[in-house]
């Protein structure tokens, strides 16, 4: 029977979220077609991940090598384009995350396998995925086939389909020798590196007001950080605002930055990237003030305001500093 | 320093309203602005800055119909030496991997150290052209790259991963490396500096010249096709608050009060 590779992705020891997002659209794809759902891990010493992977999924092929241990693109493609050829899966999904950007492009030049990136949902029409993808900004999104062909990759964007998980299925681990002959010469990973933690606490705050590429000009970043000092919450932004320089790095959210849940999330000129989106899409009240009605960003909002943000937050600044003073 | 830099010209969407055309698989784009792709700008940028610090030369190549060319001069006038655009019917319709057998057509023939292209187009998202042009180029590649240092046959560059961390890698040279937003601050350019570099080469290359044949490009050399493009549905909506800018002010005050947010 031929196979649906899911291929794990792991950081430092752990499996990243992504992953079970994977097994989960695998399992409703395999529901409908005659298909084995497998897992696919490749690191060193990752018994215990693959043991959390057989919980879930009926197999898990695990290539075991010390050049594995953390993400190199070349030596990651040599081994599944090994395995990809040796038991010809008719889909391997990857994550759209850093880890897949840098690897399927790669692995389906190599094979020669077409390839559909960042895909927020894909489906079989006749044999063949038809994939759902959002372009210009997520502000349209298009279905697309691919060339008819005997394997295909799909990454899939990550916090886009919800995990589900089985009860323990207990699956089963299969050992795979690794085909790695020596060690990748033309790229090696040398360490992490952690940028220093900055002196605001984005996660901690229960008020963030959030500013984005709306406010185009450092010299109004006042306007918002009035509104925060009334609020008595914190600054955060998207990601233009920490490419400028107008705030540090430990400002932003979303998936390259950081992931926040306050209790306000007041999105000031921030047009909802799905990369922003995925970083506070938890917080328990969102407020978007967007002079495009079209915005994604209202979308993951609770309240919105279609206007032009220069009037709005002064003007609301100084209604809530009157609220607080009376209510003193 | 030989340094090739991919770029494209996208429309501006980000404040723009939005139509789908009449084929049903594009937008419309006649009134949208067209720039160049907010990481390709740092593409540029960087080539400028290696170049400016070690001599060389910057060639920029896109591929698109003639609008391009207020791209191909701004980079022009931002510091790169020429530019070549591959411009022909049969391009139409490429997905990412026929635009990277596009590029592939005419950089095979120029010399380079290093490609730097953007990690990806703002406009489709694709995230790929750059490593599928590596893979047909038989040289490493490292993507979403926020940091270059070059060294003696290699370089080393820190790619960036989820939640703010950082991989430093180290990758052999020539190399092709997809940069990040934030590498460094791509600069200004004046109409003045705009109209100077007018002299600079700009040349046209089509189908022909690259040796490629029709099917190899466009739709039917393409990895996928565009079936049909929608207005997403809607999932949830925020409730849109009305009644000018005070009302919509007290509204949201009230609001927080009753959650006790104030
Ligand atoms: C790998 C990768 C990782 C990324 N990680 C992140 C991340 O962690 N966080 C992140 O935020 N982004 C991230 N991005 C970038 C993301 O794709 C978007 O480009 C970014 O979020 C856009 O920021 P923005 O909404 O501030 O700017 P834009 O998209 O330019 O939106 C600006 C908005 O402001 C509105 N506006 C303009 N003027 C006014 C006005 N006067 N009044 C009211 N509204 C106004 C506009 O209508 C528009 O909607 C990442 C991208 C990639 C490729």
Redesign the interface.
């Known amino acids: 029977m031929t196979e649906l590779f899911v291929l794990a992705e792991h950081r430092r020891g752990e499996l990243r979220d992504v992953t079970f997002e994977m097994l989960t659209k695998g399992r409703e794809l395999i529901a409908r077609a005659d298909v084995d759902l497998t897992a696919v891990l490749l690191g060193h010493n990752v018994k215990e991940l693959a043991i959390r992977l057989a919980d879930q999924v009926k197999k898990v092929l695990v290539v075991d090598d010390a050049r594995l241990k953390d993400f190199n693109e070349v030596a990651y493609q040599k081994v599944l384009t090994h395995l990809i050829s040796e038991r010809k899966p008719v889909l391997i999904l990857i994550g759209h995350t850093s880890f897949g950007i840098d690897l399927a492009p790669s692995l389906a030049t190599k094979l020669n396998v077409p390839l559909a990136t960042d895909c927020i949902d894909i489906n079989f029409e006749e044999k063949k995925p038809i994939v759902v993808r959002q372009v210009y900004g997520g502000k349209v999104n298009i279905k697309a086939s691919l060339r008819t062909s005997e394997s295909y990759i799909v990454t899939l964007r990550p916090a886009t389909i919800e995990a589900k998980e089985v009860k323990p299925i207990g699956g089963e681990i299969i050992e795979v020798a690794s085909p790695l002959k020596e060690e990748p010469t033309t790229k090696r990973f040398i360490e992490y590196f952690e940028p220093p933690a900055g002196e605001v606490d984005i996660t901690a705050a229960d008020v963030l007001v959030s500013v984005g590429r709306g406010i185009k000009d450092a010299d109004s970043m006042p306007i918002v950080e009035k509104l925060a000092e009334a609020l008595g919450g914190a600054v955060a932004c998207s990601r233009p605002i920490v490419d400028k320089g107008w705030l540090s790095a430990d400002r932003q959210v979303g998936t390259s930055g950081k992931t926040v849940k306050p209790k306000l999330y007041l999105a000031v000129g921030i047009s909802g990237a799905f990369q922003h989106v995925s970083g506070m899409k938890n917080s328990e009240l969102v407020i978007a003030i967007n002079r495009d009605a079209k915005a994604p960003i209202f979308r993951a909002a609770d309240f919105g305001v279609v206007e032009d943000l220069f009037k709005v937050v002064p003007i609301l600044t100084d209604r809530v500093l009157q609220e607080k003073k009376s209510s003193k | 320093m030989e340094i090739i830099v991919c770029v494209k010209h996208v429309?501006e969407?980000?404040?723009a309203?939005?139509a789908?055309d009449s084929s049903g698989?594009g937008?419309k784009t006649e009134d949208l602005v067209f720039d160049i792709n907010e990481w390709d700008d740092y593409a540029v940028e960087e080539a400028v800055l290696i170049k400016e610090k070690l001599g060389g030369r910057v060639t920029i190549v896109t591929v698109g119909s003639e609008d391009a060319d207020k791209t191909l001069r701004k980079c022009l006038a931002k510091g790169a030496d020429r530019a070549i655009r591959l411009t022909d019917k049969a391009f139409d319709g490429s997905d990412?991997?026929a635009t990277a057998k596009i590029l592939y057509g005419v950089i095979k023939d120029l010399p380079f150290d290093l490609i730097l292209t953007g990690?990806?187009a703002?406009?489709?998202?694709?995230?790929?052209v750059g490593?599928?042009l590596?893979?047909?180029l038989g040289i490493?590649?490292?993507?979403?790259v926020k940091k270059i240092e070059l060294m003696e046959g290699f370089t080393?560059v820190?790619?960036?991963?989820?939640?703010?961390?950082?991989?430093?890698?180290?990758?052999?040279t020539p190399a092709l490396l997809a940069v990040q937003?934030?590498i460094n601050?791509p600069r200004y350019v004046s109409i003045m500096g705009i109209r100077k570099a007018r002299q600079k080469e700009l040349k046209v290359l089509g189908l022909n010249d690259l040796g490629l044949k029709e099917e190899e490009v466009g739709e039917s050399g393409?990895?996928?096709?565009?079936?049909?493009?929608?207005?997403?549905p809607?999932?949830?909506?925020?409730?849109?608050?009305v009644g000018g800018?005070?009302a919509?002010?007290?509204?949201?005050?009230e609001?927080?009060?009753a959650?006790g947010?104030?």
């Open positions: 429309p969407t980000a404040e309203e939005i789908i698989k937008i990412a991997y990690t990806q703002g406009d489709d998202g694709y995230a790929q490593v599928i590596a893979g047909f490493p590649h490292a993507t979403m080393r820190n790619r960036e991963l989820e939640g703010g961390l950082e991989q430093v890698m180290e990758v052999g937003t934030g601050e393409s990895w996928i096709t565009v079936e049909e493009m929608f207005i997403p809607v999932e949830k909506e925020a409730e849109i608050l800018l005070d919509i002010s007290s509204k949201i005050v609001t927080l009060r959650r947010l104030i």
